[in-house]
């Protein structure tokens, strides 16, 4: 008499074997090298925004600077019979506090509430000094020179500069100082050289020529 056995497979467990360990670790370091693919990508494009918004803040501070110096400029003037008319410019004296970078009188000024109206001329001052976030550059204007009463009118062009220098030109060559009292003459050109801090050390350069009435008015 032969006896059949039938071995059953026991439906109490799984089939399906879990993730070893060896796997696990695959699965980690996969997670980490694209967890830094992705920062390094989104770092790269915070940065990269970071920098045009910088040189864009720049470019348009020296579009503002330059185009305020260069209205003045062609309108300065200078009569040696008339003491309160000057022109004097020249690189900072004395590094690390407010100096005075360029001095002049101009009919091409800006009219401030509290200055008296319909003036012929104002006296205009450009300095710098130090600030937070770089050189500061401020413009100050008196003006009615024989004006006793009142404060000249002073605001801050930019504060992210690294450099400020002007040149004059006359008779063929530059010269980085100018005055008037002793050239008896406006120069005939002025080159303006703003340059601007930017990310990770980096600088940017602005700059422009311009052209003065020698003959005067």
């Known amino acids: 008499m032969y006896v059949m056995t039938m071995k059953m497979r026991s439906t109490s467990g799984s089939d399906t074997a879990g993730f070893t360990l060896l796997e696990l670790l695959l699965a980690v370091a996969l997670l980490a090298l694209v967890a830094v693919t992705v920062y390094g990508s989104f770092r790269a494009t915070t940065s990269a925004i970071a920098r045009a918004t910088e040189r864009g803040a720049a470019s348009q501070a020296a579009r503002v600077v330059l185009s305020r110096l260069s209205d003045e400029l062609t309108s300065a003037f200078w009569d040696n019979k008339r003491p309160e008319t000057f022109f004097v410019g020249g690189p900072a004296l004395e590094a690390g506090q407010s100096a005075t970078l360029l001095r002049f009188a101009s009919r091409s000024h800006v009219w401030y509430p509290t200055q008296p109206p319909a003036v012929e001329s104002a006296l205009i001052d450009y300095q710098i000094q130090p600030g937070p976030h770089g050189l500061q550059l401020w413009r100050e204007e008196l003006a009615n ?21 002007f040149r004059f030109y006359q008779g063929g060559s530059w010269e980085t100082s100018w005055d008037v009292s002793m050239k008896h003459r406006l120069p005939d050109a002025v080159e303006i050289v703003l340059t601007f801090a930017e ?19």
């Open 199 to 217: 990310a990770e050390g980096a600088r940017e350069e602005f700059r422009t020529l311009v052209s003065l009435p020698t003959k005067g008015f």
């Open 145 to 165: 020179p024989f004006q006793l009463t009142g404060n000249p009118e002073r605001i801050m062009m930019s504060d992210q500069l690294v450099d400020v220098q």
